[in-house]
């Protein structure tokens, strides 16, 4: 039996990385190998945005020092895990899909250095206008998210691929999907 790929997908806030992999893990719902991994996260659940499961401080703590966690990082003020099921998804050939943080990266890397990383870009102006749009930030604050959303574009590695999220959900969704079932397409690149 072959041992599934690990895809790490990353994003700036507002390049629609959330939107991307709901669109996938829906098109993809009845595919026998790929499956995506929920994060735990001590952020309450929302009607809108990523299907995680909402630990609080202390379950988090606790899950941590019970060895919960194949992966787990602090970001925003907020606590991030992705739970060790993922490791027997693997095992058993299962292709997993996890939503990941650019700045826990390098470790994920250390962890896991056959993982497939996929990065979803969106130009500056797009970004801008989205963040705009969600009115969660200030004007000053969504210009250091696009400071910080420069930094995605610096990530070299040969596992990484790039995905541009401009256009169309269906293009882009579709060049997802591609890229996780391995068919061609001309939307992606790297």
């Known amino acids: 039996m072959r041992q599934g790929q690990l895809f790490y997908v990353i994003g700036p806030s507002g390049s629609g990385k959330d939107t991307l992999m709901q669109y996938a893990r829906e098109k993809l719902a009845t595919h026998k190998k790929i499956v995506f991994a929920h994060r735990y996260i001590t952020r309450p659940p929302e009607l809108v945005g990523e299907n995680h499961i909402h630990l609080s401080e202390a379950e988090f703590a606790a899950k941590v020092q019970q060895g919960f966690f194949a992966m787990q990082w602090d970001s925003h003020g907020l606590r991030y895990g992705i739970g060790k099921e993922i490791n027997f998804w693997l095992a058993q050939g299962f292709d997993v899909v996890i939503n990941g943080s ?20 969106t ?14 930030e200030t004007d000053d604050e969504i210009e250091r998210r696009l400071e910080r959303a420069a930094l995605f574009n610096r990530i070299h590695h040969p596992n990484v691929t790039f995905l541009d999220n401009d256009g169309l959900l269906d293009d882009s969704g579709a060049a997802f999907i591609a890229l996780l079932t391995r068919e061609k397409t001309a939307q992606h690149g790297k």
């Open 102 to 121: 650019r700045e826990y990266f390098s470790t994920a890397l250390e962890k896991e250095p056959d993982m497939r990383v996929v990065s979803i870009r």
């Open 123 to 136: 130009s500056t102006e797009i970004l801008r206008e989205r963040l705009k749009k969600r009115r969660r």
